[in-house]
Each structure stands twice: as structure tokens, then as C-alpha cells.
């Protein structure tokens, strides 16, 4: 009846994932309570759960990468203790089968549930107001397609209280992952929790690519798309064609495990060499579907607090499309050391190393959209000349890494994981830092306490250089990743260092939710009526904050690269908006519940495939597709905001901006 | 501050006479030279980078009056030629390194001596290492002993799961993967004793892989073989079995004779319950030791 599925999946003997597992229960509980209090579940699902509007899944994706982050965190902080702790004689306070779990979900968790979420949050909130639109082009898919990637970081989290999670790495290379070496549902879990998200996140692929490509404010050309939308563009393309990819790769082990194939077993034929050739396939593209939005993100923040046009604007769009074609070229660097031979070696070498060429560009661009301005040190510019100065190290060691006969002594070292953090903390999730910190006042109308956000910025900064240098030189030592027991007691210090590095982040983090509470507690303080607090260049800022629904009461007519920018100047000579244009209703989609609900189906399948439980997976799928069904079935699509509603918004807007560029033209 | 933390990592990475800085043999030594060399390469770009990063973001700050303000200023062919060509050239610069590099350390190539290579069989099991010196007819859970100064040819193979071969003084690293054979040459030109490990994670035991790795002059190294062969517990399918059972921070030890052909039996087959050829006497012992022992 229930499978696998026993009072003994429930961790009753182990008192840390107990106790994580109630203390979550109870907080998951007591903000339910706080809802219900507050009687907010209505406006929680009419305004977020079921919403098609492109702003407000956007912001449901960054809450769920927020929150998993914290997740992720606690995982990390626990293998920093370990690594301090479990020296010599002492075996730490976690047992290998625990800390195994914690270094797996770790890396599982931070990129398909903390960085692919900010990722796509970012794109999802930015994309259509700087396309001058007013949503995506596929609404509801769009909904659906975040809450697929909440039930995967749902199931993930699901593995602390009921069984297990993976204890094979991030990536979960076969044999180790076959049947014959982890028969426990961790791998299970691992994969059909990605296997849900990944169908989330191909949508969205989907989504956006169309969305760029065929929805644009008119005179919006290619060449006149913010670089952040070209960076979402590039970034989109490799997910189409880079997840499929996971979905079958996953697949085929899925295959081995629960039907007793033999496509990576050592038995029957199988060969896991080909799974670590098909999961980088996937797996390199992956780091530039994350760092190519944050490249936009860097470009846009630089070049408004430089109060400058981008430098170079076509030189980074070709850059951007030169890392999109390349980094499919390069997935065998992740595996020197598995004997392919000098020729094959250094081809994909010296693909690598291509790379750094468009990724230097990119970082001279920056550094020439500087000179000449006037450069205000405001918090997410912090996070971008944070990023130009500890990225280029990264650059740096990872293009030693991309050198054969070097990878040959650092391959899977602390070294390794230093890089790889230095390019996604100093890359990626600055990257996330800074688009918070900027987006967020046309989010919610008020910008973020600035003060508050430099100390965040600063524990980051400094925390990851405690944190990460520590690793190359343990890295130079001799010393490999994913030892739950270090065996010479001489690392200690460097160990200590990376730990209290880690704690610094940690209290980042920490503060990030003390200046979120304080900065809404305050906020009548640093209120924004403008919609363009500072001084932005690009679509977004023309509207107000928040934008509504419909984001642009007429989509705006595009001249020239800084669409926005131009139009300002223009008014601030001439002291006056453009005409009065004739305003439309404006027909927008309808909510719907159609993705919650499949998900909720997805998430029973996906428990049910991980138990055992085939009566409740074939409920779960028929269930998810009847959804499918009714909700392609429906009558009703859109409602229509009646021209006076559009009218009277419109107005209020102009007035608000005639008065604010009126101030400015005085200014001048 | 910064200048101070700098110190101590420059005086920290220099004093330490240990891993990959400070290799024993000619594989280890050269890569060490292309990991400095390369970095050298890239710093000569980086550090001026940094410094414009600093100068610029600081000269150009929103108070500074002595500033010009060009607002419009956003393409210039001339530095886009050069901020094109600086990577490009270095690039190309460090792919010529990669290319001559990939070539010369390539691992399967035998390394250039004019004494005959000693040849070691190396078998990771869950979590252990098996080595197996089959023309001395001896085998060592691990500990490798080596002779200083005379190419060692490794074939290796796993039991279980991937792992991989990694004496980080020596040099190279080198997967281990079941019902298959890698190629790795290394040599230890400085006798002494040296860390071995792991380094792909193979499951709960993985962190008590580690290993010694002894290089013995080569007279003593003969000794040693000859003094193991016949001492000690056999290799055979009931010990090989029983050795393959998992189990971890394993003590090191020797075999005194091997069953023929376990290395091939082992790679043909999977798990612990081989296939072996019936035991038979080691056949190679009078012609095992290479000349000069």
C-alpha cells in the first residue's frame, strides 16, 4: 500500500535532523498561523499563488531562492564545523552517511533552488518592463512553471524529515549513484526532485526565449534590447537546449534504478563514463545560464551609477553570444583526469580558455563605462566593483583549471572549490546582491535601507575571501574536497579561518533580513513616487513603482539604445512629457490556479515515484494532467481593465513624472 | 591589513615543503612550473586590471570636481581593439602552454629513462588501496613502495565505484573506474615518504582512503621486494574476497604472492566475487627485479 514508506523514514533516532525537522515544522506553522491571523490567505492567492502577472511570480521565485538559501547556508556552516572540527583523532560531530547528505543537498540545493530561482526571478521581474511589454508570452506557463520548481525545492526538503537525501555528490555520478552502491531513496529523492524542477525551468526556456524574441515595445530592435535582456536571451537558449539534456540524463539513471537498466551500471554493458559526459553537457552550460543574466545585471547597475551608456554596448552583446556558443564546447574540462588522451585534452583546453577572451572584454567594458562618469557608490554598485576585483581571480584560477597538465594536480581539490565559489558567490550571487538591492524599490515602491546594505555587502565581501582563499592554499597542499574527516592536523588553521568566513557570510545574511524588516518598518522614510529612484537609463523606470498590472498604459515607442534615458532628456529640455497619447483598454490574462495545483499533483507523483507508492504516482500524473486538460479546456482567457481605470492611472503617472522632471530640469 | 594577510600567504605557500609545490619527481616538477608560470602570465594583466578597476571607480567618484564628466562617451574602436586583443593574446599565448603541455604530461605516455619503468597495478576498493607489483609477485594495501629515480608505470582499475589516484607530490592524478584501465607514468626522484589519497569522493568510507607512498633507493627497494615475497598472507580469491569487503582507514600491509592475473580478473569482473583462475604459485619470480637491485 504505502511502498517503501515505513515509521522508520521518519529520523526518530538522529537528533539533528529531528530536531531541523521540527523547528521547521514549527516556523512553517507559526507564519501559517500569522497568515490565517491576519486573514491574508485571499490576497495571498489572488495577488501571488495563482497570479499570471510577470512582476509577482518573479517575486515568488526570489523569496523561494531567499529562503532556500538560508537552507543552503545552514548546510554549509555545518561542513565548515565539520571540516574544523573532524581533525586527527576527532571524527567531528557528523557521522560520513550525514555528512555526505549535507555537502550533496548543499550544492543540489544552491543551484537548482537558490541560484536558478534569483536567476530567473530577476529575469522574470526585468525582462518584459525593459522589453517596454506588458508580460510574457506565456502567462500561466509562467506560473506553472515556478510553482514546478517549488515542488522540486519542496521534495528536496521533504528528504530531511521523511528518508533521506542523496549522499553522492551535487551531481550524482554513477556507479556510486546506481542501485548496487546507494539503494536508499536519497538518490530518489535527488532525482525526481530535479526532474520536476527541470521541467519548471525549461518552460520558462521556453517562455523567454519567445517572449525576447517575438515581444518587444515597438522600435524595441535587437540592438536597441538592454544588455540585460540580451544576457536573459543567451541565457534562455542554453537552458533549451542544456536541459533537455538533465531530463534525459536523469532519466537513464532513473532507468537503471527502478527498472534495472545498465546505461551506467558496471554490470550488463553500462558505462558511467557516459553519464559524466552527459551531465557536463549539461552541467557547463549551466554556469553560464547563471552568469550571463548576473553579466546584465552588472552591466545595467555600472552603467547607471556611472551615469554613462554602457561602453562598448555591441562589443558585449557579441561577447554575451560568444560565451552562449562556446560554453557548449567545453564540458569535457570537468574530466581531464579520466585518461581521454593529450589531443582531446587540449582541445577543450584551449576551448576553455576561448572563453576568458569575450569574459575579459566584458570586464574592460565595465572598467571603460567608469571612466568618464560619475560614479556613485551606492550599495549595488559596491557589489559590482566588488565583483570586477575578486572575479578576475576567479578568472584567473579558472583558466589554470582549463590547463591540462595543472588540472592534473588540482582537479577536485579545495582549489577547485574555491574557484567555482569565487565565480558564483563574486559572480553570481553579487550578481543577486546588487539586483535586490536595485529592483527592489520599483518592486514595492520604497527603496532598501542604505546603510544596512553596506554592512550586508561588506560581511559578504570580506567573509568570502576568509572563507574561500583558505582553499586555494589547502588546495596547493594536496587536499581534496568532500572529506568528512581531515586527515593532517596541520590544515587546522587555515580550516578555522575559512569557518569564521563562513560565519561572517553568514551574519550577511542574517543582516539582509534585519535590513528587509527595518527598511519596511521605515520605509515612509525613503518612499519612491518617482518610479525612477536612480536616475535609470532603461524601460523599467519609466513607470511607476509598483508598476501596474499592465505595466505600461500604452507601450512606449523605442528611439535609440537607452530607450528610457533618451525619453527623459528629452523632457527635461523641453520641460514637458510627450503628447497625451489615446489611451485602450488593455486586455491582461486572468489568474489561475492551474499551477499550484499541478504542482501540488507533480509533488504527490514525484513522493509516490520516490516511495514505491504506483497507485499515488498514477494518481499524481493523471491528476496533473487532467489540470492540464481543464485548464486548456476554460472559456474565459482574459479581462479587460476598462479604458477609465487606464485613463486615471495614466494621468496620475504623468503628473507624478512631469512634477519629478520638472524638479530636475530646474536642477540642471 | 591586506599587505600583512599577503605576507602571510606568500610566506605560508613558500615555507610549506609539501604538496603540489613541492614536488619529488620530473611529472610533479613540471607542472608545477606551468601552474607558476601560467599565473605569472595572467597577473601581468590582472594586478594592472585591478588597479584601473580601483583608479577608475575612485577618480571618477560623483564628488570629485577635478573629473571630466562625458556623458556621452561610449565606444572608441581603438580600445575595443585592444581590450580584444590583451585576452586574446593571452589566450593564445597560454593555449600554445596547454597544447605543449597536454602533450608532454600526458599520462599514459611512458616517461623518458634509460632504466626499464617498474610496473604497479593499482586496484581502489571500497576504501582501500590495492597495489600489485606483478613482475616482484607481491602486493601492498595502502602503501606503495617505490624506487627513487625509475619510472613507475601504473595501470589502474576499481573494484567498485570511480575514484581517483593521487600522490600530490608525485604529480598527476588519475581516475580509477571499474571493468576499465587508466594509464598514469610518475616518478620519485627524491626518496622519502609521501601522501596519497583520493581525490573523487567514493561514499561513506572515502575520507580513510589515504595512502603512503614510499620511495626507497633502489637497493633498498629490492630488499624490500625480495623480503615481502612469500612473507605474509597470500592473494588469493578467499583473500581477495575477504579484502574487498568494505571497510576503511585501513592499515597498511603486504602480500607475499599474488594470484595470477587478479589485476585482469578484476577489471573483467565486478564486485567482490571474482572469477578467479585457480590458484596457482607466482610464475614471475626469478626474472621480476629490475636490473640493479
Not at chain 1, 59 to 83: E, P, S
Not at chain 1, 291 to 312: D, H, M, N, R
Not at chain 1, 319 to 328: D, G, K, M, Q, V
Not at chain 2, 209 to 219: H, N, R, W
Request: glycine share 8%; charged share 10%; net charge neutral.
Amino acid at each position: 500500500m504505502f511502498g517503501k514508506l515505513t515509521w522508520d523514514a521518519i529520523p526518530f533516532h538522529e537528533p539533528i535532523p529531528l530536531i531541523t525537522s521540527i523547528v521547521v515544522l514549527l516556523a512553517v506553522a507559526a507564519i501559517a498561523a500569522w497568515i490565517t491571523r491576519n486573514r491574508w490567505w485571499s490576497y495571498l492567492w489572488d495577488e501571488y499563488i495563482t497570479s499570471t502577472d510577470h512582476k509577482k511570480i518573479g517575486i515568488m521565485y526570489i523569496v523561494l531562492g531567499l529562503v532556500m538559501l538560508v537552507r543552503g547556508f545552514a548546510d554549509a556552516i555545518m561542513m565548515r564545523a565539520q571540516q574544523s572540527l573532524a581533525i586527527g583523532a576527532s571524527q567531528g560531530y557528523l557521522p560520513p552517511e550525514h555528512y555526505n547528505q549535507i555537502f550533496s543537498a548543499h550544492g543540489t540545493i544552491m543551484i537548482f533552488f537558490v541560484a536558478m530561482p534569483l536567476v530567473i526571478g530577476f529575469m522574470n521581474f526585468v525582462v518584459p518592463l525593459q522589453l517596454g511589454v506588458r508580460d510574457v508570452a506565456f502567462p500561466t506557463m509562467n506560473n506553472v512553471s515556478f510553482w514546478l520548481t517549488a515542488s522540486g525545492a519542496l521534495l528536496v526538503n521533504l528528504s530531511l524529515f521523511i528518508g533521506e537525501f542523496a549522499r553522492t555528490g551535487w551531481l550524482a555520478f554513477p556507479p556510486l549513484s546506481e542501485k548496487a552502491f546507494s539503494p536508499g531513496v536519497g538518490v530518489d529523492y535527488y532525482l525526481v526532485a530535479l526532474q520536476v524542477s527541470g521541467v519548471g525551468t525549461l518552460l520558462t526556456g521556453v517562455n523567454f526565449v519567445t517572449t525576447i524574441l517575438k515581444i518587444r515595445a515597438p522600435g524595441m530592435s535587437y540592438l536597441r534590447m538592454p544588455v540585460f535582456c540580451w544576457t536573459a536571451l543567451a541565457s534562455n537558449l542554453l537552458i533549451i537546449a542544456a536541459f533537455p539534456v538533465l531530463t534525459a540524463t536523469l532519466a537513464l539513471l532513473m532507468l537503471d534504478r527502478y527498472l534495472g537498466f545498465h546505461f551506467f551500471t558496471n554490470d550488463g554493458g553500462g558505462n558511467s563514463m557516459l553519464y559524466m559526459n552527459l551531465i557536463w553537457v549539461w552541467g557547463h552550460p549551466e554556469v553560464y545560464i547563471l552568469v550571463l543574466p548576473a553579466f546584465g545585471i552588472y552591466s545595467e547597475v555600472v552603467s547607471t551609477f556611472s551615469g554613462k551608456p554602457l561602453f562598448g554596448y555591441r562589443s558585449m552583446v557579441f561577447a554575451t553570444l560568444a560565451i552562449c556558443i562556446i560554453s557548449f564546447m567545453v564540458w569535457l574540462h570537468h574530466f581531464f583526469t579520466m585518461g581521454a588522451g593529450a589531443d582531446v585534452n587540449a582541445v577543450f583546453g584551449i576551448a576553455s580558455m576561448i572563453i576568458g577572451v569575450p569574459t575579459g572584454v566584458k570586464i574592460y567594458n565595465w572598467l571603460f563605462t567608469m571612466y568618464g562618469g560619475r560614479v556613485r557608490f551606492t550599495v549595488p554598485m559596491h557589489y559590482a566593483i566588488g565583483f570586477m576585483l575578486t572575479f578576475v581571480i576567479g578568472g584567473l584560477t579558472g583558466v589554470l583549471l582549463a590547463i591540462p597538465p595543472v588540472d592534473f594536480i588540482v582537479h577536485n581539490s579545495l582549489f577547485l572549490v574555491a574557484h567555482f565559489h569565487q565565480v558564483i558567490i563574486g559572480g553570481v550571487v553579487f550578481a543577486i546582491m546588487a539586483a535586490y538591492t536595485y529592483w527592489f524599490p520599483k518592486a514595492f515602491g520604497f527603496t532598501l535601507d542604505e546603510r544596512l546594505g553596506k554592512a550586508v555587502f561588506w560581511c559578504w565581501f570580506i567573509g568570502f575571501h576568509l572563507a574561500f582563499m583558505p582553499l586555494y592554499v589547502l588546495g596547493f597542499w594536496g587536499a581534496t574536497r568532500r572529506m568528512q574527516h581531515i586527515p593532517d592536523a596541520s590544515w587546522a588553521p587555515w580550516l578555522n579561518v575559512a569557518f569564521v568566513g563562513a560565519a561572517i557570510i553568514g551574519l550577511g545574511i542574517a543582516l539582509t533580513v534585519v535590513q528587509l524588516l527595518y527598511s519596511i518598518k521605515t520605509r515612509d522614510q525613503r518612499i519612491d513616487i518617482t518610479g525612477d529612484p536612480w536616475d535609470g537609463r532603461t524601460l523599467e523606470w519609466l513607470t511607476l513603482s509598483p508598476p501596474p498590472h499592465y505595466n505600461f498604459a500604452v507601450l512606449p515607442d523605442v528611439h535609440g539604445e537607452e530607450a528610457y534615458w533618451t525619453r527623459k532628456q528629452t523632457a527635461i529640455k523641453q520641460d514637458q512629457l510627450i503628447k497625451e497619447p489615446d489611451y485602450q483598454p488593455i486586455e491582461m490574462p486572468l489568474n489561475t490556479p492551474t499551477g499550484v495545483i499541478v504542482a501540488f499533483f507533480a509533488s504527490v507523483c514525484g513522493f509516490a515515484v520516490i516511495w514505491y507508492i504506483w497507485w499515488l504516482a498514477i494518481l499524481g500524473l493523471v491528476g496533473a494532467f487532467a489540470v492540464m486538460v481543464w485548464y486548456a479546456w476554460r472559456d474565459e482567457h482574459e479581462h479587460i481593465i476598462p479604458i477609465e481605470e487606464v485613463r486615471a492611472n495614466a494621468r496620475e503617472r504623468r503628473r507624478i513624472r512631469m512634477e519629478h522632471l520638472h524638479n530636475l530640469s530646474q536642477s540642471v | 591589513m591586506r599587505r600583512i594577510a599577503i605576507a602571510a600567504v606568500v610566506s605560508l605557500l613558500t615555507a610549506c615543503n609539501r604538496g603540489i609545490l613541492d614536488p619529488v619527481g620530473p611529472v610533479g616538477q613540471a607542472e608545477k612550473t606551468i601552474l607558476i608560470n601560467s599565473t605569472a602570465i595572467m597577473l601581468a594583466i590582472i594586478i594592472p586590471t585591478v588597479i584601473a578597476t580601483v583608479a577608475f571607480a575612485w577618480w571618477f567618484r560623483r564628488g570629485n570636481a577635478k573629473a571630466t564628466y562625458r556623458p556621452d562617451w561610449e565606444y572608441s574602436g581603438a580600445i575595443e581593439m585592444v581590450v580584444w586583443s590583451i585576452p586574446a593574446l593571452t589566450i593564445m599565448l597560454l593555449g600554445g602552454i596547454a597544447w605543449i603541455g597536454s602533450h608532454d604530461l600526458e599520462p599514459s605516455k611512458p616517461l623518458p629513462s634509460s632504466k626499464p619503468p617498474l610496473k604497479v597495478d593499482v586496484v581502489s576498493l571500497d576504501w582501500k588501496w590495492l597495489f600489485i607489483y606483478p613482475d616482484q609477485g607481491i602486493a601492498s594495501v595502502n602503501q606503495l613502495v617505490v624506487p627513487a629515480g625509475t619510472p613507475v608505470s601504473f595501470r589502474l582499475t576499481s573494484a567498485t565505484v570511480w575514484n581517483s589516484f593521487f600522490v600530490p607530490q608525485m604529480g598527476t592524478m588519475i581516475y580509477t573506474m571499474p571493468r576499465m584501465t587508466t594509464r598514469l607514468n610518475l616518478q620519485a626522484d627524491r626518496p622519502g615518504t609521501y601522501d596519497g589519497l583520493s581525490s573523487h569522493f567514493s561514499g561513506d568510507g572515502f575520507p580513510g582512503m589515504q595512502f603512503k607512498v614510499q620511495a626507497l633507493p633502489e637497493d633498498q627497494f629490492a630488499m624490500w621486494a625480495q623480503g615481502s615475497r612469500g612473507q605474509g598472507p597470500a592473494l588469493d580469491g578467499a583473500a581477495y574476497a575477504e579484502l574487498s569487503r568494505p571497510s576503511s582507514y585501513v592499515k597498511p600491509m603486504t602480500y607475499g604472492s599474488v594470484a595470477p592475473n587478479l589485476y585482469d580478473a578484476i577489471v573483467a569482473n565486478t564486485g567482490p566475487q571474482l572469477h578467479l583462475p585457480q590458484i596457482a604459485p607466482p610464475k614471475r619470480q626469478a626474472s621480476a627485479v629490475p636490473a640493479g637491485g
